[in-house]
């Protein structure tokens, strides 16, 4: 009864982190993002250092601006797939899984959630950024603004242009190493996916039947038991 308390309170501890993961995320992503909406125009760029701008872009695509499929089928395959991250995100939480494993799949969902929430409702609700001095963006009634529900522009603003490759070299020479511009909710789907490869790999292909929680299962059985009465065999060893 008592490990019954304890396993159910770390259960709830785990899911009420993640919760506040993926809230915290969701605020600073958007925070950042209606900064930058509501005060640049497309185009408008901070220059922090050589290697770091705030460089405001929208784009109706994937993470770093890829558009590879169309909008509307784009918003739906994320709701889909965060739907199955947030059911597969409360099965870990309750089942003995890492606590860093639970932890970088809320930053993944945050993540998501950041980039579809701009899709559901930005259109809605903000008049349309162009790349006119004027073109900064404000708030409308829901509904008046430059798209339909699903059909938002993700907003963009982090530029890294560490170097330029060398003119000499073929195929990029001249070009910028790493010129994707990309939003917070980018970096932590990226990063959570980067320690998932090298750090929990072997859990995600566990599936659900990770096989640390039996084992803790079985150790606090065992100490359960060995707490209040001799396991099996031990009258045979004492005689």
Not at 135 to 163: C, N, Q, R, S, W
Not at 186 to 194: A, F, K, L, P
Not at 213 to 221: F, I, T
Request: overall charge negative; charged content about 15%; glycine content about 10%.
């Amino acid at each position: 009864m008592k490990n019954d308390l304890k396993e159910s309170g770390k259960r709830s501890n785990l899911r009420l982190i993640s919760f506040v993961v993926i809230l915290a995320v969701l605020i600073i992503d958007q925070v950042i993002k209606i900064l930058v909406k509501t005060n640049m125009a497309i185009g408008d760029e901070i220059f922090i250092t050589s290697w770091f701008r705030i460089l405001f872009v929208e784009n109706n695509g994937m993470a770093f601006g890829l558009e590879l499929i169309g909008k509307l089928f784009l918003s739906l395959f994320r709701i889909a797939a965060i739907s199955f991250f947030c059911w597969y995100l409360y099965k870990i939480s309750g089942r003995g899984f890492p606590t860093g494993y639970v932890i970088t799949v809320s930053f993944i969902i945050a993540g998501a959630l950041g980039n579809l929430f701009d899709c559901m409702f930005y259109g809605l609700v903000f008049s349309e950024s162009t790349p006119v001095s004027d073109g900064v963006a404000h708030f409308t009634a829901i509904g008046e603004g430059y798209a339909p529900f699903l059909y938002g522009k993700v907003v963009d603003m982090f530029y890294f242009p560490l170097f330029k490759w060398p003119e000499w070299m073929p195929l990029v020479g001249g070009d910028t190493f790493f010129s994707p511009i990309f939003n917070f909710a980018d970096s932590c789907i990226t990063c959570g996916v980067i320690v998932v490869i090298f750090f929990y790999s072997r859990i995600v292909n566990m599936g659900l039947n990770y096989s640390g929680a039996r084992h803790e299962a079985v150790v606090a059985d065992t100490n359960d038991i060995s707490g209040t009465e001799d396991l099996p065999g031990q009258d045979d060893e004492k005689s």
